[in-house]
């Protein structure tokens, strides 16, 4: 799953908002499918050492997606197809509004963090 482009500049908020919906659908997905947690974040986690040049972006994304990931499995585990594709959008739709109301606590260190709607 690649976010790299999430933060640029020349992105409009709703761009922004958009990607993090489809980034915490995949997420829900996963959480479906009976990944183990760190098994998730392992996938997901970017390793700060292998980019110098995007370190701080990269900083920020690797607190999106362990909040974000944490957040996921707090939603039960379903059985139905139905049931995880509603959960996958419902959270998806979710961080989207979070996104919309305040783009930046979704990247905040995790003190500051905030997923209120």
Not at 68 to 77: D, F, H, I, N, R
């Amino acid at each position: 799953m690649s976010v790299g482009s999430l933060l640029h500049a020349e992105e409009n908020e709703s761009t922004v908002c958009e990607k993090l919906n489809s980034a915490a659908y995949q997420i829900m997905l996963e959480r479906q499918s009976g990944i183990k947690p760190l098994d998730l974040l392992e996938k997901l986690l970017i390793p700060l050492d292998r980019d110098k040049e995007n370190l701080i972006l990269n900083y920020h994304i690797n607190h999106f997606f362990g909040h974000v990931s944490g957040l996921a499995y707090e939603t039960p585990l379903y059985t139905k197809e139905d049931e995880k594709q509603k959960a996958a959008t419902d959270f998806g739709l979710r961080i989207e509004r979070i996104c919309r109301k305040d783009k930046t606590a979704l990247f905040a260190p995790p003190r500051f963090q905030t997923f209120e709607e």
